[in-house]
């Protein structure tokens, strides 16, 4: 059996893992500290039970649970958090999670989870896993043939004939994402990971849920899906950017084809679709990233004392830093080291009236290893030393 836990707490993690093992040293657990991490190990392993925390930076326990269902339904979902408030458990409940565990988690409590999930998992392996297996297969199946045509390859001996009879017409939804790729000394590779698994299992459940069809990863930016929508294409399209708005950090763009029925225009049509995509600017969605920059507020106000480097936090709240500078400073008035100084020095100022406290004490709890660079800076910004500040305040070092 197949256990992940995702908590940005690495003693809980290690904790739990520990126990686990010791009720059978035959289960794998892997451990991530983010929803981006788990993502990868999820795609890369076949989990049975996902242990998450709510409150991890990025994208939330719940909105992982949300928004990864879809593409693993058979896995088994537990919340753990060190809140007990009613409405995250009844959210927890309301997504389908078997349960929710308060922090500290009592191995006591833990064996008897384990061992209530264990024979519902093995029975599901039997048949439930067969079942899906064979319908993940002639899916795939399809989405290579989409994928080979929608590049202009050759589709070579692949079976073609069982996609063109399932969509004699269909639409195309394009999703280009912006900033998710970075230059490595082979080439490229996707900076956002999760951002490119929201697209897709955002996509994947509209699909499924208003009509039918495919989803593509047509490229580390650009994802392409095949739709043959229930209802109005308008209107699925608007479902579809309003949920990317609430999930993604980064800018995108949708793109929708006209009515297609014929399999061999696909090649043109992808190319113009990206044509549009390359010369139209690229905006996030109203609202988009705004709750990015309000978790990176909080981040910096419990962290100051930290490296707080524009890329750390930007890296925290998953959007590349040069957007995430756009977006702060739209938010706050203030580019982002300024707004950290200031914070900063606010700081000092109030631990300057405690007495007790030397001024290298205060630099090192406000985020400043070197003395005399906090001393350089506290003057610039109020046009006296520390300890200038101190004697006017009348505050007398003890």
Same mark, same amino acid.
């Given at each position: 059996m197949n256990i992940l836990i995702a908590d940005d707490e690495r003693a809980i993690r290690e904790g739990i893992k520990r126990t686990i093992e010791q009720i059978s040293p035959d289960y794998h657990v892997h451990l991530a500290a983010m929803a981006t991490e788990a993502v990868q190990i999820m795609g890369?392993?076949?989990?049975d039970i996902v242990l998450t925390d709510i409150l991890m930076p990025g994208m939330n326990g719940l909105e992982f649970m949300? /928004?990864? $269902?879809? =593409?693993?339904?058979?896995?088994?979902?537990?919340?753990?958090?060190?809140?007990?408030?009613?409405?995250?458990?009844?959210e927890a409940v309301r997504l389908g999670a078997r349960d929710y565990l308060l922090k500290? /988690?009592? $191995?006591? =409590?833990?064996?008897?989870?384990?061992?209530h999930l264990q024979p519902e998992i093995w029975q599901e392996s039997e048949r439930m896993r067969e079942e899906e297996k064979l319908r993940r297969n002639l899916k795939f199946l399809h989405e290579g043939v989409l994928r080979r045509l929608a590049s202009g390859l050759d589709t070579g001996n692949l079976d073609t004939q069982s996609l063109i009879?399932?969509?004699?017409e269909f639409y195309l939804v394009m999703v280009q994402l912006e900033g998710t790729r970075k230059r490595t000394g082979t080439g490229t590779e996707p900076v956002y990971p999760l951002e490119h698994f929201i697209v897709e299992n955002v996509l994947s459940e509209l699909i499924d849920t208003q009509g039918r069809g495919l989803v593509i990863s047509y490229d580390f930016d650009c994802l392409l899906g095949l739709v043959v929508?229930?209802?109005?294409?308008?209107e699925f399209k608007d479902q579809v950017k309003g949920h990317l708005t609430h999930y993604l950090k980064i800018p995108f763009h949708?793109?929708?084809?006209?009515?297609?029925?014929?399999f061999d225009t696909i090649p043109q049509v992808v190319t113009q679709m990206r044509q549009a995509s390359a010369v139209q600017a690229v905006e996030p969605a109203k609202g988009s990233g705004e709750k990015s920059i309000d978790d990176a507020l909080l981040y910096i106000q419990e962290h100051y004392s930290e490296d707080l480097s524009l890329e750390r936090v930007a890296s925290v709240v998953y959007l590349n830093p040069a957007y995430f500078s756009q977006l702060f400073k739209l938010k706050t008035g203030q580019g982002y080291k300024d707004y950290v100084i200031s914070l900063r020095l606010e700081q000092a100022k109030k631990l300057l009236?405690?007495?007790?406290?030397?001024?290298?004490?205060i630099a090192g709890r406000i985020g400043y290893q070197d003395m005399r660079h906090f001393t350089q800076v506290f003057r610039r910004k109020f046009g006296l030393t520390p300890t200038e500040f101190r004697h006017k305040q009348n505050v007398k070092v003890i």
């Open positions: 890369s392993n076949r989990i949300k /928004i990864s $269902k879809h =593409r693993y339904p058979l896995v088994k979902w537990v919340v753990i958090s060190a809140h007990s408030e009613f409405s995250y458990a009844q500290p /988690i009592g $191995k006591k =409590r833990l064996v008897e989870l384990i061992e009879q399932e969509y004699s929508p229930d209802g109005d294409l308008e949708i793109a929708v084809s006209g009515h297609i029925q014929d009236l405690n007495p007790r406290l030397r001024l290298a004490d």
